[in-house]
Protein backbone atom coordinates (compact mmCIF):
# COMPACT_ATOMS: atom_id res chain seq x y z
CA UNK A 1 0.00 0.00 0.00
CA UNK A 2 2.41 2.15 0.72
CA UNK A 3 4.33 1.80 -2.79
CA UNK A 4 1.08 2.47 -4.88
CA UNK A 5 0.32 5.48 -2.82
CA UNK A 6 3.68 6.52 -3.33
CA UNK A 7 3.20 5.60 -6.83
CA UNK A 8 -0.03 8.03 -6.90
CA UNK A 9 1.64 10.50 -4.91
CA UNK A 10 4.75 10.26 -7.58
CA UNK A 11 3.48 10.38 -11.02
CA UNK A 12 7.03 10.93 -12.30
CA UNK A 13 7.80 7.31 -11.73
CA UNK A 14 5.69 6.05 -14.33
CA UNK A 15 8.38 8.72 -16.37
CA UNK A 16 10.91 6.85 -19.30
CA UNK A 17 13.34 8.37 -17.57
CA UNK A 18 12.53 6.86 -13.82
CA UNK A 19 12.43 3.66 -15.61
CA UNK A 20 14.95 4.16 -17.40
CA UNK A 21 17.53 4.44 -14.37
CA UNK A 22 16.36 1.50 -12.71
CA UNK A 23 19.15 -1.38 -12.71
CA UNK A 24 18.18 -4.04 -15.13
CA UNK A 25 19.20 -6.42 -12.28
CA UNK A 26 15.59 -5.97 -10.70
CA UNK A 27 16.51 -8.54 -7.51
CA UNK A 28 17.10 -5.42 -5.75
CA UNK A 29 13.11 -4.39 -7.08
CA UNK A 30 11.30 -5.62 -3.96
CA UNK A 31 7.44 -3.85 -4.97
CA UNK A 32 5.73 -6.15 -6.95
CA UNK A 33 3.62 -3.98 -8.73
CA UNK A 34 6.97 -1.84 -9.96
CA UNK A 35 7.95 -5.04 -11.92
CA UNK A 36 5.09 -5.92 -13.26
CA UNK A 37 4.67 -2.50 -14.83
CA UNK A 38 8.27 -3.34 -15.83
CA UNK A 39 7.20 -6.27 -17.40
CA UNK A 40 4.51 -4.42 -18.86
CA UNK A 41 6.52 -2.01 -20.55
CA UNK A 42 9.14 -4.06 -22.07
CA UNK A 43 6.82 -6.48 -23.58
CA UNK A 44 5.60 -3.22 -25.63
CA UNK A 45 9.42 -2.24 -26.59
CA UNK A 46 9.06 -5.74 -27.89
CA UNK A 47 5.80 -5.79 -29.95
CA UNK A 48 7.36 -2.40 -31.76
CA UNK A 49 10.90 -4.05 -32.41
CA UNK A 50 8.76 -7.54 -33.84
CA UNK A 51 6.60 -5.04 -35.76
CA UNK A 52 9.58 -2.99 -36.85
CA UNK A 53 11.25 -6.13 -37.92
CA UNK A 54 8.05 -7.61 -40.24
CA UNK A 55 8.39 -4.31 -41.88
CA UNK A 56 11.65 -4.52 -42.84
CA UNK A 57 11.74 -8.17 -43.64
CA UNK A 58 8.17 -7.19 -46.04
CA UNK A 59 10.46 -4.23 -47.45
CA UNK A 60 13.30 -6.13 -48.21
CA UNK A 61 11.83 -8.96 -49.46
CA UNK A 62 12.13 -8.66 -53.45
CA UNK A 63 15.87 -6.62 -53.14
CA UNK A 64 18.42 -8.61 -54.58
CA UNK A 65 21.60 -9.03 -52.92
CA UNK A 66 24.19 -6.89 -54.16
CA UNK A 67 27.03 -9.51 -55.21
CA UNK A 68 24.11 -11.61 -56.90
CA UNK A 69 23.15 -8.57 -59.09
CA UNK A 70 26.74 -7.97 -59.97
CA UNK A 71 26.70 -11.26 -60.72
CA UNK A 72 23.62 -11.10 -62.84
CA UNK A 73 25.16 -7.66 -64.35
CA UNK A 74 28.34 -9.69 -65.25
CA UNK A 75 26.53 -12.52 -67.12
CA UNK A 76 24.34 -9.83 -68.86
CA UNK A 77 27.05 -8.07 -70.37
CA UNK A 78 29.06 -11.15 -71.47
CA UNK A 79 25.04 -12.38 -73.21
CA UNK A 80 25.21 -9.03 -74.57
CA UNK A 81 28.84 -9.60 -76.28
CA UNK A 82 28.24 -13.30 -77.58
CA UNK A 83 24.65 -11.82 -78.88
CA UNK A 84 26.77 -8.99 -81.08
CA UNK A 85 29.23 -11.67 -81.95
CA UNK A 86 26.37 -13.71 -83.55
CA UNK A 87 24.82 -11.35 -85.23
CA UNK A 88 27.55 -10.19 -86.82
CA UNK A 89 28.66 -14.01 -88.36
CA UNK A 90 24.70 -13.94 -88.86
CA UNK A 91 25.25 -11.17 -91.22
CA UNK A 92 28.19 -12.26 -92.63
CA UNK A 93 26.62 -15.91 -93.33
CA UNK A 94 23.67 -13.85 -94.70
CA UNK A 95 25.99 -12.23 -97.39
CA UNK A 96 27.69 -15.08 -98.10
CA UNK A 97 24.52 -16.82 -98.98
CA UNK A 98 23.17 -13.91 -101.03
CA UNK A 99 26.70 -14.37 -102.86
CA UNK A 100 26.17 -18.48 -103.44
CA UNK A 101 22.85 -17.71 -104.72
CA UNK A 102 23.59 -15.55 -107.42
CA UNK A 103 26.28 -17.59 -108.39
CA UNK A 104 24.13 -20.08 -108.36
CA UNK A 105 22.08 -18.67 -110.71
CA UNK A 106 24.45 -18.04 -113.03
CA UNK A 107 25.43 -21.35 -112.99
CA UNK A 108 22.32 -23.10 -113.48
CA UNK A 109 21.99 -20.22 -117.17
CA UNK A 110 25.47 -21.61 -118.29
CA UNK A 111 24.12 -25.47 -117.64
CA UNK A 112 21.05 -24.93 -119.44
CA UNK A 113 23.32 -22.65 -122.33
CA UNK A 114 25.49 -25.68 -122.71
CA UNK A 115 22.56 -27.97 -122.68
CA UNK A 116 20.68 -26.30 -125.12
CA UNK A 117 24.23 -26.26 -127.15
CA UNK A 118 24.16 -30.03 -126.64
CA UNK A 119 20.84 -31.30 -127.38
CA UNK A 120 21.70 -29.03 -131.06
CA UNK A 121 25.13 -31.02 -131.45
CA UNK A 122 23.69 -34.15 -130.59
CA UNK A 123 20.42 -33.93 -132.77
CA UNK A 124 22.97 -32.92 -135.92
CA UNK A 125 26.02 -34.49 -135.05
CA UNK A 126 25.18 -37.76 -132.79
CA UNK A 127 21.86 -38.64 -133.96
CA UNK A 128 20.87 -41.67 -131.83
CA UNK A 129 17.76 -44.38 -132.13
CA UNK A 130 14.65 -43.42 -129.93
CA UNK A 131 14.53 -46.82 -128.08
CA UNK A 132 11.33 -46.16 -126.74
CA UNK A 133 10.21 -47.16 -130.23
CA UNK A 134 11.11 -50.83 -129.23
CA UNK A 135 8.41 -51.57 -127.13
CA UNK A 136 5.96 -51.75 -129.53
CA UNK A 137 7.44 -54.97 -131.22
CA UNK A 138 8.25 -56.62 -127.21
CA UNK A 139 6.37 -58.67 -125.08
CA UNK A 140 5.00 -56.53 -121.79
CA UNK A 141 5.30 -53.46 -124.07
CA UNK A 142 6.44 -49.62 -122.71
CA UNK A 143 6.21 -51.47 -118.98
CA UNK A 144 8.89 -54.08 -119.79
CA UNK A 145 11.08 -52.37 -121.94
CA UNK A 146 11.64 -49.57 -119.04
CA UNK A 147 12.52 -52.33 -116.37
CA UNK A 148 15.11 -54.12 -119.24
CA UNK A 149 16.88 -50.59 -120.17
CA UNK A 150 16.89 -49.19 -117.22
CA UNK A 151 20.41 -47.92 -116.61
CA UNK A 152 21.96 -49.28 -120.17
CA UNK A 153 24.20 -48.34 -122.73
CA UNK A 154 23.46 -48.51 -126.27
CA UNK A 155 25.02 -51.60 -127.11
CA UNK A 156 23.44 -53.23 -124.04
CA UNK A 157 19.92 -52.38 -125.55
CA UNK A 158 21.09 -53.91 -128.79
CA UNK A 159 22.30 -57.05 -127.01
CA UNK A 160 18.39 -57.24 -124.88
CA UNK A 161 17.03 -56.37 -128.08
CA UNK A 162 18.80 -59.05 -130.01
CA UNK A 163 18.52 -61.69 -127.35
CA UNK A 164 14.52 -60.29 -127.45
CA UNK A 165 14.47 -61.45 -131.58
CA UNK A 166 16.54 -65.06 -130.93
CA UNK A 167 14.05 -66.33 -127.86
CA UNK A 168 10.85 -64.90 -130.04
CA UNK A 169 10.30 -62.60 -126.40
CA UNK A 170 10.03 -65.57 -124.66
CA UNK A 171 12.58 -64.39 -121.47
CA UNK A 172 10.84 -64.63 -118.35
CA UNK A 173 9.28 -61.38 -116.78
CA UNK A 174 10.32 -59.49 -113.83
CA UNK A 175 8.35 -60.03 -110.79
CA UNK A 176 5.84 -62.81 -112.92
CA UNK A 177 3.24 -63.00 -110.03
CA UNK A 178 2.53 -66.70 -109.93
CA UNK A 179 -1.29 -66.51 -109.62
CA UNK A 180 -3.82 -64.50 -111.09
CA UNK A 181 -6.66 -62.98 -108.85
CA UNK A 182 -10.09 -63.44 -110.77
CA UNK A 183 -12.12 -60.41 -111.44
CA UNK A 184 -15.81 -61.64 -110.72
CA UNK A 185 -18.84 -63.85 -112.25
CA UNK A 186 -20.25 -60.82 -113.57
CA UNK A 187 -22.22 -60.53 -116.93
CA UNK A 188 -19.83 -58.10 -118.71
CA UNK A 189 -16.69 -60.63 -117.71
CA UNK A 190 -15.94 -62.45 -120.62
CA UNK A 191 -17.69 -66.20 -120.34
CA UNK A 192 -14.41 -68.11 -119.55
CA UNK A 193 -13.05 -65.78 -117.34
CA UNK A 194 -15.92 -65.74 -114.73
CA UNK A 195 -14.88 -67.07 -111.74
CA UNK A 196 -15.74 -65.10 -107.68
CA UNK A 197 -13.84 -62.68 -106.99
CA UNK A 198 -10.90 -63.75 -104.03
CA UNK A 199 -9.79 -66.69 -106.21
CA UNK A 200 -6.43 -67.26 -107.37
CA UNK A 201 -5.75 -68.35 -110.61
CA UNK A 202 -2.05 -70.71 -111.12
CA UNK A 203 -0.47 -68.74 -113.52
CA UNK A 204 1.10 -71.33 -116.22
CA UNK A 205 3.51 -69.07 -118.41
CA UNK A 206 1.69 -69.92 -121.47
CA UNK A 207 4.85 -69.09 -124.48
CA UNK A 208 4.01 -67.75 -127.92
CA UNK A 209 3.91 -70.95 -129.27
CA UNK A 210 1.93 -72.66 -127.22
CA UNK A 211 -0.49 -69.56 -127.50
CA UNK A 212 -0.49 -69.82 -131.00
CA UNK A 213 -1.08 -73.52 -130.73
CA UNK A 214 -3.84 -72.84 -128.75
CA UNK A 215 -5.86 -70.32 -130.84
CA UNK A 216 -5.74 -72.77 -133.84
CA UNK A 217 -6.72 -75.51 -132.40
CA UNK A 218 -9.85 -73.55 -130.78
CA UNK A 219 -10.62 -71.62 -134.73
CA UNK A 220 -9.74 -75.28 -136.17
CA UNK A 221 -12.97 -76.64 -133.42
CA UNK A 222 -15.19 -73.55 -134.18
CA UNK A 223 -15.12 -73.85 -137.98
CA UNK A 224 -15.84 -77.67 -137.73
CA UNK A 225 -18.52 -77.20 -135.33
CA UNK A 226 -19.97 -74.78 -137.84
CA UNK A 227 -19.32 -77.22 -140.73
CA UNK A 228 -21.29 -79.79 -138.64
CA UNK A 229 -24.32 -77.27 -138.10
CA UNK A 230 -24.50 -77.05 -141.53
CA UNK A 231 -24.73 -80.60 -142.03
CA UNK A 232 -27.36 -81.06 -139.89
CA UNK A 233 -29.48 -78.12 -141.31
CA UNK A 234 -28.89 -79.51 -144.67
CA UNK A 235 -29.86 -83.53 -143.73
CA UNK A 236 -33.20 -81.57 -142.43
CA UNK A 237 -33.47 -80.16 -145.34
CA UNK A 238 -32.96 -83.27 -147.52
CA UNK A 239 -35.18 -84.85 -145.57
CA UNK A 240 -37.88 -82.95 -145.78
CA UNK A 241 -38.00 -81.43 -148.79
CA UNK A 242 -35.32 -82.33 -151.30
CA UNK A 243 -34.45 -86.13 -151.20
CA UNK A 244 -32.69 -86.03 -153.88
CA UNK A 245 -30.10 -83.37 -152.80
CA UNK A 246 -26.59 -85.03 -153.62
CA UNK A 247 -23.08 -84.85 -152.36
CA UNK A 248 -22.07 -82.28 -154.99
CA UNK A 249 -24.05 -79.93 -153.50
CA UNK A 250 -23.34 -80.29 -149.84
CA UNK A 251 -19.54 -79.28 -150.81
CA UNK A 252 -19.58 -75.89 -151.79
CA UNK A 253 -21.87 -75.17 -148.73
CA UNK A 254 -18.69 -76.30 -146.19
CA UNK A 255 -16.19 -74.33 -148.48
CA UNK A 256 -18.66 -71.32 -148.04
CA UNK A 257 -18.37 -71.84 -143.95
CA UNK A 258 -16.01 -69.10 -143.75
CA UNK A 259 -18.18 -66.17 -145.24
CA UNK A 260 -18.95 -63.77 -142.91
CA UNK A 261 -23.05 -64.34 -142.93
CA UNK A 262 -22.64 -67.86 -142.15
CA UNK A 263 -20.59 -66.99 -139.17
CA UNK A 264 -22.50 -64.30 -137.53
CA UNK A 265 -25.74 -66.36 -138.08
CA UNK A 266 -24.60 -70.08 -137.15
CA UNK A 267 -25.20 -71.57 -133.87
CA UNK A 268 -27.60 -68.73 -132.62
CA UNK A 269 -25.30 -66.10 -132.90
CA UNK A 270 -23.04 -68.16 -130.78
CA UNK A 271 -19.92 -65.65 -130.03
CA UNK A 272 -15.88 -66.52 -130.38
CA UNK A 273 -15.66 -65.89 -126.26
CA UNK A 274 -18.61 -68.27 -125.64
CA UNK A 275 -17.39 -70.82 -127.88
CA UNK A 276 -13.75 -70.60 -125.94
CA UNK A 277 -15.44 -71.04 -122.86
CA UNK A 278 -17.51 -74.08 -124.07
CA UNK A 279 -14.45 -75.40 -125.70
CA UNK A 280 -12.45 -75.51 -122.67
CA UNK A 281 -15.20 -77.52 -120.58
CA UNK A 282 -15.25 -79.94 -123.54
CA UNK A 283 -11.23 -80.44 -124.03
CA UNK A 284 -10.67 -80.13 -120.55
CA UNK A 285 -13.81 -81.74 -118.68
CA UNK A 286 -13.27 -79.32 -115.28
CA UNK A 287 -14.76 -76.06 -114.97
CA UNK A 288 -11.44 -75.20 -112.71
CA UNK A 289 -8.89 -75.80 -115.14
CA UNK A 290 -10.94 -74.32 -117.86
CA UNK A 291 -10.91 -71.05 -116.29
CA UNK A 292 -7.63 -71.63 -115.29
CA UNK A 293 -6.60 -71.61 -119.07
CA UNK A 294 -8.93 -68.89 -119.80
CA UNK A 295 -7.14 -66.64 -117.64
CA UNK A 296 -3.18 -68.12 -118.80
CA UNK A 297 -5.32 -67.50 -122.67
CA UNK A 298 -6.15 -63.82 -121.26
CA UNK A 299 -2.46 -63.08 -119.83
CA UNK A 300 -0.48 -64.94 -122.91
CA UNK A 301 -3.04 -62.32 -125.38
CA UNK A 302 -1.78 -59.03 -123.16
CA UNK A 303 1.79 -60.20 -123.34
CA UNK A 304 1.86 -61.30 -127.42
CA UNK A 305 0.04 -57.85 -128.35
CA UNK A 306 2.54 -57.30 -130.57
CA UNK A 307 1.43 -60.44 -132.97
CA UNK A 308 -0.84 -59.89 -135.58
CA UNK A 309 -2.70 -62.97 -135.33
CA UNK A 310 -3.32 -62.97 -131.86
CA UNK A 311 -4.13 -59.38 -131.39
CA UNK A 312 -6.73 -60.23 -134.11
CA UNK A 313 -7.88 -63.42 -132.01
CA UNK A 314 -8.22 -61.21 -129.38
CA UNK A 315 -9.75 -58.71 -130.42
CA UNK A 316 -12.97 -60.65 -131.96
CA UNK A 317 -13.04 -62.12 -128.52
CA UNK A 318 -13.62 -58.77 -126.74
CA UNK A 319 -15.90 -57.34 -129.64
CA UNK A 320 -13.73 -54.84 -131.24
CA UNK A 321 -13.08 -56.81 -134.23
CA UNK A 322 -16.05 -58.23 -136.22
CA UNK A 323 -15.25 -62.45 -136.42
CA UNK A 324 -15.65 -61.71 -140.59
CA UNK A 325 -12.61 -60.17 -140.59
CA UNK A 326 -10.60 -63.50 -139.86
CA UNK A 327 -12.51 -65.56 -142.32
CA UNK A 328 -12.07 -63.02 -145.10
CA UNK A 329 -8.22 -63.01 -144.23
CA UNK A 330 -8.47 -66.83 -144.74
CA UNK A 331 -10.46 -66.93 -147.39
CA UNK A 332 -8.24 -64.05 -149.22
CA UNK A 333 -4.85 -66.72 -148.15
CA UNK A 334 -6.94 -69.43 -149.70
CA UNK A 335 -7.69 -67.43 -153.13
CA UNK A 336 -3.80 -66.54 -153.35
CA UNK A 337 -2.65 -70.09 -152.37
CA UNK A 338 -5.10 -71.57 -155.46
CA UNK A 339 -3.46 -68.56 -157.44
CA UNK A 340 -0.04 -69.64 -156.69
CA UNK A 341 -0.67 -73.37 -157.48
CA UNK A 342 -2.14 -72.48 -160.75
CA UNK A 343 1.13 -69.87 -161.14
CA UNK A 344 3.52 -72.88 -160.66
CA UNK A 345 1.99 -75.15 -163.10
CA UNK A 346 2.09 -72.34 -165.77
CA UNK A 347 5.90 -72.00 -164.94
CA UNK A 348 6.67 -75.31 -165.08
CA UNK A 349 5.22 -75.35 -168.49
CA UNK A 350 6.50 -72.65 -169.99
CA UNK A 351 10.14 -73.53 -168.53
CA UNK A 352 9.44 -76.43 -170.41
CA UNK A 353 7.96 -74.85 -173.72
CA UNK A 354 10.45 -71.85 -173.89
CA UNK A 355 14.32 -72.20 -174.57
CA UNK A 356 17.20 -71.98 -171.86
CA UNK A 357 17.43 -68.24 -172.72
CA UNK A 358 14.02 -67.36 -171.89
CA UNK A 359 14.07 -69.69 -168.87
CA UNK A 360 17.29 -68.33 -167.37
CA UNK A 361 15.35 -64.91 -167.24
CA UNK A 362 11.95 -66.53 -165.17
CA UNK A 363 14.26 -67.85 -163.03
CA UNK A 364 16.00 -64.77 -162.13
CA UNK A 365 12.64 -63.00 -161.77
CA UNK A 366 12.03 -64.27 -158.53
CA UNK A 367 15.09 -62.13 -156.83
CA UNK A 368 13.42 -58.65 -157.16
CA UNK A 369 12.63 -57.06 -154.39
CA UNK A 370 8.98 -57.14 -155.17
CA UNK A 371 9.58 -61.32 -155.22
CA UNK A 372 11.59 -61.43 -152.14
CA UNK A 373 8.72 -59.44 -150.06
CA UNK A 374 6.15 -61.76 -151.62
CA UNK A 375 8.26 -64.97 -150.70
CA UNK A 376 8.83 -63.62 -147.34
CA UNK A 377 4.79 -62.99 -147.02
CA UNK A 378 4.19 -66.05 -147.92
CA UNK A 379 6.61 -68.33 -145.75
CA UNK A 380 4.65 -66.75 -142.93
CA UNK A 381 1.50 -68.97 -144.07
CA UNK A 382 2.97 -72.12 -142.81
CA UNK A 383 1.14 -71.73 -139.78
CA UNK A 384 -1.90 -72.86 -141.40
CA UNK A 385 -0.38 -76.27 -143.28
CA UNK A 386 -1.42 -79.19 -141.83
CA UNK A 387 2.17 -80.82 -141.81
CA UNK A 388 2.92 -77.84 -139.25
CA UNK A 389 -0.12 -78.47 -137.47
CA UNK A 390 0.39 -82.39 -137.03
CA UNK A 391 3.81 -82.24 -135.63
CA UNK A 392 2.82 -79.36 -133.18
CA UNK A 393 0.00 -81.24 -131.88
CA UNK A 394 1.93 -83.45 -129.90
CA UNK A 395 3.94 -80.66 -128.33
CA UNK A 396 0.17 -79.60 -127.29
CA UNK A 397 -1.36 -82.79 -125.91
CA UNK A 398 2.04 -83.19 -123.88
CA UNK A 399 1.75 -79.69 -122.28
CA UNK A 400 -1.94 -80.28 -121.23
CA UNK A 401 -1.06 -83.42 -120.19
CA UNK A 402 1.15 -82.92 -117.98
CA UNK A 403 -1.23 -79.89 -116.63
CA UNK A 404 -3.79 -82.44 -115.73
Not at 35 to 42: A, C, D, H, N, S
Not at 92 to 101: A, D, E, S, V
Not at 178 to 199: E, H, S
Request: glycine share 2%; proline share 3%.
Amino acid sequence: MTTQTNLNNNPSLYTDHYLSEIDDDLTSINDFDLLKFQLIRQRQILFSFIELLIKTELSYENIVLRIDYENLLNKQNQLNNEYNLLKNEYQHLGQTCLYLINKTHDLIDERNKYYNEWQTNKSLLTPRPDWDKVSNVIDGGIERWKILSNEKSSEQLVDILIKEIINENQIEKINEQDYFDAIGDDLLVLPFLRMPKNTRILNRRMRRRMTGLLIKEIWTDKIRDSEDHIRRNLSRTKESNSPELSSSVLSPLLQTTHSPSDNNTNQNNKTLADHVAAYFEKRFNSHTIAIEMGYNLNDACQRYRNSERINLFWGIITGQIEEMVYHHQMKSISQLLQHLIKMKKLFSIQQESLPLKARKAIVSEPTSPLAVIANRRLSSLSLFSMKEHQESKGTYDLFFHRMN
